[in-house]
């Protein structure tokens, strides 16, 4: 009879011999402890027909006889001792197939992206995004350790971990039918993966980076300079933090953080917004300046991409207050502004404060070149950036929609947002004909059946210029309803324009939005979708028009402005697209590389390329900088 210690020794051996067997029947190749591996599924005995689908290509390698012989003797003891044991195998084989059988695809296409590591003293599969292992990343990657309950919930778990979201991009992206020497979803992942590493806090920063990697992966597949390119490229030039003190009207001291980010100046001087908010960080900054360095490089303009801003709130200061601020925010920042350097403009926050902020940059650079753009700046011209933000996501949408013979009036559009770009939004599908119909803030959303015209609207402006609640317009209007703690995403729409904030549309939201019969989907705001939210809008084909390029309008009225030659007022859709040309760019990038326009990614892959490769195209030229 066995001693109950040697039970417990003979319990782990068995578990490592059965993790051999595995490795075996299923071809896990393991070249050597902490070093990555390809995972593929063989010819299994529980679905034939899942023998013949490989995930991930590459020969793997031969077993070496001294392999061959240790597996014999583990295989040769396991078998004695259960001689010995006298334990029956009862373990009905049906069974284990009905269980396991679903969990085993799955599984394998999250976990071929995976090494072999000893932790503990035993062999365990880590994933090679987030190095973890256990009930997030189980050893048995086909899922037949534990309850069937626990294997959903591990399952569940994993799938849903924000650090791993690229190994699923990566297998959706191995599906495409890209022919390449070289297997390249290790090195697209590389990038994100060194991402991570680096920055492995910024969740707003390294989100954007998977989104941008994801949409270059046939790119990269066909040109491994790239990559290089990418490595660089994710890493700001410059990154400014500086703490902003700053009294208030009683006398006290505050201090607040500000931030700058000039993230990439290969194509020219930055151009990028100042935001001012609570939620202001510097993973924030830097995936804003990522976003605005790929719209400047869609522009006909040569221009390098920034962001920054403070994580002061605006929201009940008084003017006096808003100054001291400013001023003391632009005292850190301009040494580094001017017009071959950086240009800042407004954006979530800022409005009379780019006043403020321009009149300290005079004083203290000692000249008056340039201007920074803002409604209010009346003495540098007539301002009509944020118009052009506004009005360029109508145009685009209607390029859009000719191509699909189709017409943007009389349709219903939800809006969410209550800020500048939305009030631009309103106005010109209004222009249009359409149907707009809901706003928001951060405390609800107000919906109005018959519609907004041009009076509602300036009601609504007249709302927000006193800090008041939308709450108050369905006092005023009765056909209006105002809803507390919810999003317009769930109104019967036919396209919706997010314009508040980053992630406001998650996988709820995106289902919502689908069963509202919404077919387009125009950013009005940088990254407004989670990657479930995307995910959901490209399984029910709707059209998503990316930031990137839809809200690019704002750059160029900037760039005229500062010529004083801005008149977008009398634009047209056709002359929007005959001076930008962004539309047609990003559909014949996202056809170089085998998107079909019909398809729902082929605006935003065609917009991220060709940004990326114009922006490869200067650096690659200026040499490693």
Not at 78 to 92: A, G, H, I, L, Y
Not at 128 to 133: D, G
Not at 507 to 518: K, P
Request: neutral net charge.
């Amino acid at each position: 009879m066995l001693l109950p210690a040697e039970g417990i020794r003979m319990n782990s051996t068995m578990d490592d011999i059965n993790l051999i067997q595995q490795a075996q029947r299923h071809h896990l190749v393991v070249r050597e402890l902490g070093e990555e591996i390809d995972l593929e599924i063989g010819h299994g005995d529980d679905d034939h027909s899942f023998a013949n689908t490989p995930i991930m290509g590459g020969r793997p390698r031969e077993h070496s006889a001294e392999d061959n012989d240790e597996v014999k003797n583990m295989m040769a003891s396991s078998q004695f001792s259960n001689e010995e044991q006298d334990v029956p195998k009862t373990q009905p084989v049906k069974r284990k197939k009905k269980v396991v059988k679903r969990w085993r695809e799955e599984w394998a296409d999250t976990y071929k992206w995976a090494y072999v590591d000893v932790k503990e003293g035993t062999a365990r599969i880590f994933c090679s995004v987030c190095r973890e292992y256990g009930r997030k990343h189980r050893r048995n990657p086909y899922g037949n350790e534990g309850s069937r309950n626990m294997q959903m919930s591990a399952l569940e778990e994993h799938n849903n971990s924000l650090l791993h979201k690229e190994a699923l991009r990566l297998q959706m992206a191995s599906k495409d039918k890209i022919v390449v020497d070289k297997t390249i979803y290790v090195k697209a992942g590389s990038i994100v993966e060194a991402a991570l590493k680096r920055d492995p806090h910024e969740v707003e920063f390294i989100q954007s980076v998977q989104e941008a990697v994801h949409a270059l992966d046939r790119v990269i597949a066909k040109n491994s300079h790239y990559v290089n390119i990418m490595e660089r490229l994710l890493e700001p030039e410059r990154m400014l933090v500086f703490r902003v003190p700053w009294v208030d009207d009683r006398g006290e001291t505050h201090v607040n953080r500000g931030f700058r980010v000039h993230f990439n100046q290969a194509l020219g001087p930055c151009r990028g917004g100042i935001r001012f908010h609570p939620s202001m960080n510097l993973s924030i900054a830097k995936f804003l300046g990522f976003g605005q360095t790929l719209k400047n490089a869609l522009s006909p303009y040569r221009l390098g991409g920034a962001a920054g801003g403070s994580d002061f709130d605006p929201k009940g200061k008084t003017d006096n207050e808003i100054m001291r601020f400013c001023q003391s925010f632009m005292n850190e920042i301009y040494r580094y502004l001017g017009p071959d350097k950086d240009l800042p403009s407004e954006e979530m926050g800022v409005a009379r404060e780019m006043g403020y902020l321009l009149g300290q940059y005079r004083r203290l650079a000692g000249h008056f070149q340039g201007s920074f753009t803002g409604p209010r700046i009346f003495w540098s011209g007539s301002s009509l950036r944020t118009e052009a933000t506004g009005y360029g996501l109508v145009f685009f949408v209607q390029l859009m929609l000719a191509d699909m013979n189709k017409e943007i009036k009389g349709l219903r559009c939800a809006v969410s947002g209550s800020g500048k770009i939305t009030m631009h939004v309103l106005e010109k599908l209004i222009a249009y004909g359409a149907l707009p119909i809901t706003v928001s803030d951060s405390k609800g959303y107000l919906v109005d059946e018959d519609g907004f015209d041009y009076v509602k609207i300036s009601f609504l402006r007249d709302i927000k210029a006193q800090q008041r609640s939308l709450r108050d317009y369905s006092k005023t209007y009765a056909r209006s309803k105002y809803y507390d703690e919810a999003k317009p995403w769930s109104e019967r729409c036919d396209v919706a324009f997010p314009c508040g904030y980053q992630n406001e549309i998650d996988q709820s939201d995106a289902m919502s939005l689908v069963n509202s019969g919404c077919r387009i989907l125009v950013e009005g705001s940088n990254m407004p979708c989670t990657p479930e939210a995307v995910d959901v809008f490209k399984k029910a084909n709707v059209l998503i028009a990316p930031a990137i390029a839809a809200g690019a309008g704002g750059v160029v009225a900037g760039e005229l402005e500062l010529n004083h030659e801005c008149n977008l007022l009398n634009w047209s859709p056709e002359d929007f697209e005959s001076k930008l040309q962004i539309y047609q760019r990003a559909l014949k990038a996202a056809n170089d590389f085998g998107y079909q326009k019909e398809s729902p990614e082929a605006l935003v892959h065609g917009a991220v390329i060709s940004a990326f490769l114009t922006i490869a195209q200067a650096m690659s030229d200026q040499g490693c900088v």
